[in-house]
């Protein structure tokens, strides 16, 4: 493999590892605050030991999540140094203001929500871990922008061969951020309120204080449908804008390689596992749906594959591998991120139901259903993620910069294999640890029950484990 193929492997493997912590801790975070609001609101120590409980299981994924991100953003530097001068001065800014303004802002105040127990007040205790989840938040929006801008550029000029910024206003704006932000958003609180679901049922399976994780389940519950309907809207807008903005990604996730009007949305194809095939095999497909789904009309016209690339090398010019990603990578990413959304949406739907009727914890099966699902939003924020990367190929910056010039050139296949290698074994090292961690704290439960305090005092004891 060359130096090229071996820097996209690493970035991959670690921007995949990454991107499993990040949304589980802004979920969580997000699960928690709601929770401490209720122990303040009502007083019930009930809530108070979800806090304790979710709380530990926070804390070791924003602490894996830091240090992944870490590795991640030296990568910038070391096997992309000719995509760092390149978009170095509109991709710097949003993540400097990542990195000044709101990483410090959710660090400081996780620190003062673990520390300040008992020497503030209940409210400003509260009001800490409300910013440790708007900290999250607002982090993964900066990321998200400079993400977008590579997907749609905006805001921008050309000054001797380079985009030159000159609208911070438009980057952070973007129509492509705005929807992706959303989308991680939804991702994210589908990922923590799963995550919280399925430890819950699982604890309730074992016989394990059934009202406490009882209650925790009906906290999760509404969290998912929002995320699942939420994330349904957002996809619908990224996939209008798709259309426009990034047209072979579009066509590559359906496998659509002749342009059609009306167009069918396959439901399931198989074709050879080639980059561009020229054709499917066979192909399931349900008659008008894309086009309603990509034109809002009955009969709208959408473009295939095969006129794209006719499109792209007639302004581009001619390119090794062409200007078709990977089909049968965007086909069936986009397939399990969609398929396993919609069992998590069943998921919801159940569980509510069950809920309404007071049968929640008594449904063994449904509780089984629920503890394999935790695994199921991570399965969805991965495919998303290739999707989105690999669908833009041979672009590392959509019409402006491909990636085989992005590189760095005095870099051999041989330090990056070896700097792949010494990743690979640390991100091993890591999520074992890290796995190691939370199974521990979720087997040894929500610990013992502590008496009902006053409504003046509503500050959850937060005996967290260093």
């Not at 994330?231 to 996730?253: E, R």
């Not at 062409?322 to 397939?335: C, D, M, N």
Request: glycine share 8%; proline share 4%; charged share 15%.
């Amino acid at each position: 493999m060359t130096a090229l193929d071996l820097a996209r492997l690493q970035f991959a493997t670690t921007t995949i590892f990454h991107f499993f912590f990040v949304p589980l801790s802004i979920g969580l975070a997000f699960y928690v605050a709601v929770c401490q609001t209720l122990h303040y609101r009502t007083g019930k120590e009930i809530y108070a030991r979800q806090v304790n409980f979710f709380g530990k299981l926070m804390l070791i994924s924003f602490a894996v999540g830091v240090v992944t991100g870490i590795i991640q953003e030296f990568q910038f530097g070391m096997n992309w140094s000719e995509y760092s001068r390149f978009v170095g001065d509109i991709f710097g800014a949003p993540l400097a203001m990542e990195a000044l303004i709101t990483f410090f802002l959710e660090s400081t105040f996780l620190g003062f929500w673990i520390f300040a127990k008992g020497r503030v007040s209940p409210k400003i205790h509260l009001m800490s871990i409300w910013l440790v989840s708007i900290g999250s938040m607002l982090s993964a929006f900066f990321i998200i922008a400079a993400n977008s801008w590579m997907q749609h550029p905006v805001g921008y000029k050309m000054v001797d061969g380079k985009p030159q910024l000159e609208s911070i206003w438009a980057v952070v704006t973007n129509n492509t951020a705005i929807a992706a932000y959303i989308h991680v958003l939804m991702a994210a609180l589908l990922t923590g309120s799963m995550v919280a679901l399925g430890v819950a049922a699982w604890q309730i399976r074992r016989g394990h204080e059934a009202a406490l994780f009882t209650s925790a389940a009906k906290v999760a519950l509404p969290m998912i449908a929002v995320g699942a309907i939420g994330g349904f809207l957002a996809g619908d807008q990224l996939a209008l804008l798709l259309v426009k903005q990034q047209p072979m990604k579009m066509s590559a996730a359906e496998a659509l390689f002749e342009t059609e009007g009306p167009a069918a949305f396959s439901l399931f194809a198989t074709g050879d596992f080639t980059r561009d095939p020229g054709h499917t095999n066979r192909n399931l497909k349900i008659p008008h749906m894309l086009s309603v789904l990509a034109t809002r009309t009955w009969d709208g016209k959408v473009e295939g594959i095969n006129e794209l690339e006719a499109a792209d090398k007639a302004k581009y010019g001619d390119n090794e591998y062409g200007y078709v990603p990977y089909v049968a990578v965007i086909y069936w990413s986009f397939r399990v991120m969609v398929y396993t959304w919609g069992l998590m949406a069943l998921l919801a739907a159940i569980g509510l139901w069950l809920s309404w009727k007071g049968k929640l914890a008594e449904s063994r099966r449904y509780l089984r259903f629920a503890t394999i699902m935790a695994v199921a939003p991570f399965l969805v924020n991965t495919a998303g993620w290739v999707m989105t990367e690999v669908g833009r190929q041979p672009w590392i910056v959509q019409g402006l910069f491909q990636t085989e010039d992005a590189n760095s050139p005095l870099v051999s296949s041989a330090q990056v294999a070896g700097t792949l290698i010494g990743f690979t074994l640390i991100f091993t090292a890591l999520g074992g640890i890290a796995l190691w961690l939370f199974l521990k704290y979720v087997r040894k439960g929500a610990g013992e029950p502590v008496p009902e305090r006053a409504a003046e005092d509503r500050t959850p004891d937060l005996t967290l484990a260093y």
